[in-house]
């Protein structure tokens, strides 16, 4: 990685305070000093994330995360340094200094992906309304669409013939390889030649938060093939980290969002006035597109196609929502199969109306499963406890835990004590269901730091804060921590030569660890509000402790040489 100017680094930091760009992906609060928020990370209902204003960094307690504002874009938009350098000059208005050779050609790349899209999208919409296009766009008017709202989300048709993107493309100065790199076309079996991917389909564009087309989805009218079709990933597109429609969504005045499976579906809710609708892109929900859910919104209506997959997918999402900041309620649609057909058939209001009586996650649940059984038969009523209490065991939160084991306990006449009993025994011991895992920290991470550690983390706050080691004569050898003794060494070598300890001018040398470390000291009160004095008896610390003798030592040394070791060591303590 090249290395950019310190002046440059210290400028673009300045006019990208840390607590704005964070802000703009979650929403945080003021707590005294410092700023909170639900990691943007993991999985999470407590905000352990916190944001320091004065070092203008961050560190979650959960998941240990730890960076400047720099290293969070490069987490957060799972990009590279240089790229996150890029995307806050441009935020900043700032011109960049340097260049370097792989991200230029990676930057490149992704650019000439966009291009690509950008053209092949105003193609498809073109094609739509050319007399090619006449069954797409009748298909779409027949879907009950307006004009308005092909217009709103570029629809468009992708013409049969073989390779006319492909040609269209080729002629605006595209080369081969860089179609199949943003897959829009695809090598044909000799390899002397490329053609379209999309053949025969009305074309849905896929756009980011950024509002840039980073890929496609299409329905087949004709031909053979698979029904829906979309772009695999590439340079620029993560089917699992991006929804439909979320360059719409997330300005939506609603504080929540609506979770549909389709993109026709989303569309018909757009129309209908719903412009808080998503949907996955043709894969099953991630714990990624949740991560981006929470972001702007702290519930989600899942509003899945009423047959048997939909209903088990609403079950999945169901598990996953659980374990995140974002609460799930379920909307049913009685006499239709999904939200574009009820619109159409009972009307936006009495969609509006289900979306005020969609359901809890956990009486969703529960209803399906009660909807299996006679709870007349005692048999029965025995099998739907059971089944029942799986649910509640999957629970995160003890509260709902302890309120739905007493509405089941009503419901079969069954003491609550024992449902709740049972629940529990269920939640440890039933391997069908295990608890979704997140990353935290390390049992050897939550140890607390010994004396001499301390010692060891207040000579490096001291060293970060002043940019100075006060000639202290002591080196990485007399640090017992391993972390600690790297973080040291990489401080006073950069002292020693006059350049800056920021983190940002720390990021290609210090490892994730390292500074993770390095954060998590620079933000303890205690080690940052040293003293010159605090700072010289702790050096003085970390010299006697390496004075100390061995057993081995010890038992070779005279009696005179023990005995006047044991008085150095019972002079002054730090």
Known sequence: MAKLPESFLSELKFRNPIEEVIGGYAPVKRMGRYLKCRCPFHDETDASFTIYLNTQSYFCFGCRAAGDVINFVKEIENIDYMSAVKLLAERAKLE??????KYEKAERERKKILEINKIS?????????????VKALEYLLNRGLSLRTIKRFGLGWSPPEWDSLSKLLIGKGCKE???????VSVRNRKGSGVFDIFRSRVMFPIINIRNEVI??????????????LNSPDSPAFKKSRNLFAINFAKSAKEKNFILAEGYMDVIALHQAGFSNSVASLGTALTKEQINLISVYAKEVILSY????????????????FDKSPVRARVLTMRGAKDPDEFIRKFSAEKYAL??????????????????????DKPDEKVLYLREAEKVLAQLSDPAEQDIYSGILAEEVSVDKALILSQVRGEKTENAAYPPARTKTSSPKENRAPSKIEKAEETVIAFIYKNNTDLDAHISEAYFINEINRRVFQVLSERVSRGESCDLAALEDILSREEKRRLVKIINDELYFSTSKKTFADCAAALKKEKSKKTDSELSGMSPEDLGAYISRLGKKKV
């Open 177 to 183: 390889d860089e179609l199949v790199t943003a897959a």
């Open 305 to 320: 196609d009423s047959d048997n997959a939909g209903q088990a997918a609403s079950k999945r999402a169901i598990a996953l």
């Open 121 to 133: 999208a105003r193609f498809f919409h073109d094609s739509l309304f050319a007399p090619g296009g």
């Open 215 to 228: 890929g496609f989805g299409g329905r087949l009218l004709e031909g053979e093939g698979p029904k829906y």
């Open 354 to 375: 289900a979306i005020e009586r969609s359901a809890a996650a956990t009486d969703f649940l529960l209803d399906r499963i009660r909807g299996g059984y006679n709870l």
């Open 96 to 101: 960049m200094p340097e260049r370097d050779e």
